[in-house]
């Protein structure tokens, strides 16, 4: 397996490489196993898992899995404090660049589709929106229709307008929003955030799939396992220690659900049925997000002999 170069050692690069999947595809179990095979540690790239206290509705490795890889940006804030794309991005340079000293690899791994695309395509602050310009634009959208915006977008940002279908509005809307208010274009924006990303395109990602049924049949094996393990526990633990269901992990699949059973909306089996129902809608929509999501190598999850051969030729 050939380095990479993202940070070095004594002149020695240190190696990257990315696994990716919808949940339940099984991430966890072969991470490890590549962990292993290539003395890697792990970088979550999840945004559920940085909180403490929910474990078994996120699906964290557990603590004996945590013994056999070093695993980073894991139980790192409490449930009340906020974290964004920019934090995590960070938080992620800062462990890509602890492991790197020690002359480790480093494997990222997990299914938040935003801190992937930060990554690979950095990020750019605009600031506050300015709610008068984004009213404006919507009245002009109403009045003038949308092939008039975007002959607009076409002459100030032509780069964007060609990759823009002329009947996305908000899209289109969003474009014309970061042009007129930062003076320079969105593509311009998106060049420079590529330039300063954390990972460069040479850095592999590998895409786990099934078939959609097996996918579907392990998440509803999942949910049954983690009710069975202390679900309703752990967010009965979450409520005492005073994380309301107004925060936003506590919105989270599987905490919400276990909320709507305590309160007593909700019985266990009802709970139950929509957990799994809407865990299999988020993994349908993780899919298709990492499908329109260019450069990710798929591999089938059970074939881990070639999904290692893919990473040796890919890095």
Known sequence: MKDLG???????????????????????????????????????????????????????????????????????????????????????????????RRGRAALFTGGTGLYLRGLRAGIFDLGPPDEHLRAELARRLTEEGASALYAELQRVDPASASRIHPNDRQRLLRALEIFYHSGTPWSEHLRRGKQNALLPDRVPVIGLACERDILYERINRRVDSMLAVGLIDEVQGLLARG??????????????????????????EQARELLARDTRRYAKRQLTWLRQTSGIIWCDQQDHTSIKRVIDKNS
């Open 243 to 268: 994380y309301g269901p107004e925060l936003p992990p506590m919105q989270a699949i599987g905490y919400r659900h276990m909320v709507q059973y305590l309160n007593g909306s909700w019985t266990l």
């Open 6 to 100: 993202i940070y070095r050692k004594n002149g020695q690069p240190t190696t990257v490489f990315c696994l990716v999947g919808p949940t339940a595809v099984g991430k966890t179990a072969l991470a490890l196993e590549l962990a292993e095979h290539y003395e890697a540690e792990i970088i979550s790239v999840d945004s559920m898992q940085v909180y403490r206290y929910l474990d078994i509705g996120t699906a964290k490795a557990t603590p004996e899995e945590r013994r056999r890889v070093p695993h980073h940006l894991i139980d790192i804030i409490d449930p009340d404090e906020d974290y964004s794309l920019a934090r995590f991005l960070a938080d992620a340079a800062a462990a890509l660049a602890d492991i790197g």
